[in-house]
């Protein structure tokens, strides 16, 4: 996660088709560029919580659903599904999607830029689903990289030691 102004932690929250980057600091909550004084707090007894943003107080119920990050709300009497996942979250999720193939194993690509710490495969290596590719340091922390479906490796791009872009190829599959 990495830290917005202030040292505080980005999010993007997804309504709809809305997308709204929130940023927590310790100076407040930052939505649009602006601070906004937030408070939480739970309505004893009950599944409610109290949110209060600035002057204005709205009564909130959450449910989870199973999926990371996915929420319904009861906003004072009105519905929303949302998302809100931490920035890296939301990165690797839409980079995940957006190299969906439908003809053969995706590439292994960067989701963000950093450093290659581990390659754990190389050509002609079988891969399964889930097993760990390679391992990248971005925003210092390490991250192991995943196979999406059963493959072959057919190329191995990357190197360890070397600092590669969002969206450059790792390992070729086929």
């Keep these: 996660m990495r830290a917005g102004p202030g040292g505080g932690v980005k999010y993007v929250v997804q309504v709809g088709d809305e997308r709204v980057e929130v940023t927590l600091t ?4 930052v939505v649009l560029g ?5 408070h939480l707090s739970d309505v004893e ?3 409610v919580r109290q949110v209060r943003v600035g002057t204005a107080v709205h009564r909130v119920v959450s449910r989870p659903h199973p999926s990371r990050g996915r929420y319904t709300l009861s906003i ?3 519905r929303y599904e949302v998302e809100a ?6 990165a690797i999720r839409d980079l995940s999607v957006s190299v969906a193939a439908p003809v053969g194993p995706a590439p292994l690509v960067a989701p963000m830029p950093g450093l290659i710490v581990r390659v754990n495969v190389q050509p002609g290596d079988a891969v399964q689903p889930g097993q760990g590719l390679v391992v990248m340091e971005a925003m210092k922390m390490e991250n192991e990289l995943r196979a999406s479906a059963s493959g072959t490796v057919k190329r191995v791009a990357a190197e360890p030691g070397t600092a590669v872009e969002k969206g450059a190829l790792l390992v070729e599959l086929q």
């Design 45 to 47: 007894g009950t599944p």
């Design 26 to 29: 310790p100076e407040g909550v």
């Design 34 to 38: 602006d601070v906004l004084e937030a």
């Design 76 to 78: 004072d009497g009105y």
């Design 85 to 90: 996942l931490d920035e890296r979250t939301r």
